[in-house]
């Protein structure tokens, strides 16, 4: 018996558990469908009630919107007597502004009135103590129209005996319930007011004062406020707010917008969010467009990209009829949501996969043939890892994606109204640098700019060029004839292709952006939004001393990701040391080791900057394109032949007029071995910045009239610098001793070629991204 009472126990304690368990995980879905419910959209708070105001004089009295905060004598008054409420009971014929909205209005009216007798006394009460007694009280008669719409037809308030004077006026007030009428543009408000007054004493009805506020009450929805968003290809956030109110745009007062997060859905509300959640903070507007049915439309933008995530605007806006003491009269929530930015059709971080395993996997084929000695082995996978480095900052394969760094696309386009064609190549013949203001049609960064551009351009010295592009789809001249008027010819206003070719060619894409742009055509500095004008005048200046692409930085380059290639390439050849015969000057090896490898580094490097100098840089991509198929070449070339003819022909001249002692201590071997040294350096230079050599020589060529003594000394400079970096590598990788000869001289034959398959496969990555991205896009 126990056992069974004890298993019935069990069976219960189990179906209890069962049922919280279903309990349980029927709160959570619940909880999850109500996480699953929150997401982007609006929320609006919006005033409960309307006003329409008592406004004016007796003579010429007027509805009006405007909240009233006199607290002295009621600025309007309208007497009236008992004889004349009798012989004229009409006191008040009112009317409000047109409607500049149509309307549709659903809910109650109250008409609400103040009035007292002039004096303190009373006077009235005195003489109506007896119940049903005539003489004494004052009623009103109100008519109410909205438009055509009679709402009120001589409805009577409540009647009462005056007293009092303003300083306690009496309230009247008459109610009209389920209204339900539309209103369009035009339509008028009015108001017909009769005065029943018993009292031999003067009365007086009131307005315009805090506590006097004779008028209208429209208890239901009036305004209708849209609040919008939308996010750029930068992440940069335009916030527009469209002020709707049957009055006009007007109505709202004031606004105090924000940006707020990175944030949970559960979390936005207003005025919630941490102070480093607050990351814009907005009031006077940045700009206005016209909207649809010719709405005025406030704009923002945020000043810097977002990061992805959940956002809200958190907007508090002012209305007119409300009560100034309230800081917000109609509150919008908005949240959304930037997304990630998408994904390209190849990522970058794949070339760091294939470079490496196609050199693996090359060994592995080798092998087949031929087996070597296990270090060459290891210098060959060590050689793999150090591809790691360029390969990890080569750009993304994607389908009409710009070149992030390079010259700026060329343009011609004409100017808003029909005007001259404007072309990139006259802009930069005239003056050291291009500033170019990219923004969309009806964005508030367009004005924005241009305060930007006229604060630079007193700032600037040099000759500095300015122009605006309206890009996006579509752009017509209309949609740019305000802004046109604002601009007034300060500088050329141009208008995008159709299919905003031009501003997709740019880094930013059709969006809004600042670019500046060097003597030569190369894009120095670019940024999101607007670029304050102290921002424009450093990158111009910089621009025409080669926008900070100098030297020295070389060598930064290089210890960030070409370093490790250069050690492996520049393993010693030789098992033994090989000391002259004769006497030498000390220093002579790593001075021709320096002189071999700027000789290398400049067969790239001269050729680019000349180019450069010669302002080819509306055609540098296709440039850039061959450069990339010459990187293909020379790869191929070293993995099947082992050498580059006409590297290794240059290499023999320049060899042949070394010192003679220098030529019997070391051979033409080893002098060509430093000068593709060099070559690979600019090579590496070119796959981690393209643009060093173009604007840090090229670009100074033109900026000025001794930017040509200047770029000889850069080019110079980057000759030195290219001796300085290999003699370098070739001392760190002789530091191991025996064990770096050892490692060197058994992988002297493979080492090349594996270099040049990766070399190969490199080229051939940026190829294909060229030609998928900026080149397919421009056609």
Not at 79 to 102: C, D, R, V, Y
Not at 612 to 628: H, K, P, Q
Request: aromatic content about 8%; charged content about 15%.
């Amino acid at each position: 018996m126990a056992e069974g009472i004890t298993a019935h126990r069990t069976s219960v304690l189990v179906l209890m558990l069962m049922l919280l368990m279903a309990v349980s995980a029927s709160s959570i879905a619940n909880a999850q469908d109500a996480d699953d419910s929150e997401g982007p959209g609006i929320t609006w708070e919006l005033p409960e009630n309307h006003m329409l105001y008592m406004k004016g004089t007796e003579q010429q009295p007027f509805l009006d919107r405007n909240w009233t905060t006199n607290t002295g004598e009621p600025l309007g008054k309208a007497e009236f007597t008992k004889l004349g409420s009798a012989t004229n009971p009409n006191l008040l014929e009112i009317q409000s502004a047109p409607l500049a909205e149509s309307f549709r209005f659903e809910g109650n009216i109250t008409v609400r009135l103040f009035a007292s007798l002039e004096s303190t006394n009373d006077g009235c009460r005195l003489t109506n103590v007896l119940p049903g007694a005539a003489g004494a009280e004052t009623a009103f008669q109100v008519s109410l129209s909205l438009g055509s719409t009679v709402v009120l037809d001589g409805a009577e308030t409540n009647s009462l005996p005056m007293e009092e004077s303003y300083l306690s006026a009496h309230e009247f007030t008459v109610r009209a319930t389920d209204v339900n009428v539309s209103l369009g543009p035009g339509d008028l408000v009015s108001m017909d007011i009769d005065v029943q007054h018993d009292c031999i004493q003067t009365g007086v009805l009131w307005w315009g004062t805090y506590d006097a506020t004779s008028g209208i009450i429209l208890d239901g929805d009036v305004i209708d406020p849209q609040l919008e968003y939308t996010i750029d290809s930068n992440r940069m956030v335009r916030v527009e707010f469209t002020p709707i109110s049957p009055w006009g745009p007007d109505d709202f007062d004031g606004q105090v917008v924000e940006i707020v997060g990175p944030m949970d859905w559960d979390e936005m509300f207003h005025g919630f969010g941490k102070e480093d959640q607050r990351l814009e903070h907005f009031e006077s507007p940045h700009g206005t467009r016209v909207g649809e049915a010719n709405r005025t439309i406030i704009t923002w933008s945020s000043e810097k990209p977002l990061e992805p995530g959940r956002y809200m605007v958190d907007a508090c806006f002012t209305v007119t009829d409300q009560d100034p003491g309230e800081l917000c009269d109609a509150i919008g929530v908005l949240r959304f949501e930037v997304p990630e930015d998408p994904r390209p059709m190849v990522a970058a971080m794949w070339a760091a996969v294939i470079v490496p395993l196609g050199i693996i996997g090359w060994i592995g084929a080798s092998m087949r043939e031929a087996m070597l000695p296990m270090q060459a082995y290891a210098v060959i996978l060590l050689l793999a890892l150090a591809a790691l480095g360029p390969a990890l900052h080569l750009p993304d394969i994607d389908t009409n994606s710009p070149r992030s760094e390079g010259a700026a696309p060329s343009f011609a386009l004409l100017s808003h109204g029909g005007g001259d064609m404007v072309k990139l190549s006259d802009l930069l013949s005239d003056s050291d640098a291009v500033v170019v203001g990219l923004f969309q049609t009806s964005s508030p960064n367009a004005e924005r700019q241009h305060k930007d551009f006229e604060g630079a351009a007193i700032m600037i010295d040099a000759d500095i060029a300015f122009v605006q592009i309206a890009t996006g789809e579509n752009v017509q001249s209309v949609d740019l004839d305000t802004y046109s008027l604002s601009l007034n010819e300060s500088w050329p206003l141009l208008m995008d292709e159709s299919d905003a070719s031009v501003g997709n060619s740019f880094p930013s894409g059709a969006t809004d952006a600042v670019i500046v742009i060097d003597a030569a055509g190369f894009i120095t500095s670019w940024q999101p939004g607007t670029m304050s004008a102290l921002e424009i005048e450093e990158a111009a200046s910089s621009a025409s001393k080669g926008s900070g692409n100098n030297p020295l930085a070389l060598f930064s380059m290089i210890i960030s990701t070409a370093v490790l290639p250069l050690l492996v390439l520049a393993m010693p050849r030789n098992r033994e040391i090989e000391l002259p015969e004769g006497p030498i000057f000390p220093g002579a090896g790593s001075l021709m080791t320096a002189a071999a490898a700027a000789l290398g580094f400049g067969l790239w490097a001269l050729p680019v900057a000349l180019m450069a100098a010669l302002g080819l840089g509306s055609v540098w991509i296709w440039i850039e394109l061959l450069l990339a198929a010459v990187l293909v070449y020379h790869g191929l070339s070293v993995l099947l032949r082992g050498r580059i003819i006409e590297v290794e022909a240059i290499a023999a001249k320049g060899y042949s007029r070394l010192p003679t002692e220098y030529k019997a201590w070391r051979d033409v071997a080893g002098f060509s071995e430093d000068a593709y040294l060099g070559l690979w350096l600019a090579w590496l230079l070119w796959l981690r910045n393209p643009s060093m050599i173009p604007q840090g020589v090229g670009a100074v060529a033109r900026s000025d009239l001794i930017g040509i003594p200047l770029a000889i000394l850069a080019m110079l400079g980057f000759l030195l610098a290219a001796g300085i970096i290999v003699s370098l590598a070739r001392s760190v990788a002789l530091a191991p001793g025996k064990m770096a000869r050892v490692f060197g001289w058994l992988s002297v034959g493979i080492r090349p070629r594996a270099w040049g398959l990766a070399s190969a496969t490199l080229g051939v990555w940026v190829l294909l991204s060229l030609l998928v991205g900026p080149i397919l896009g421009s056609l």
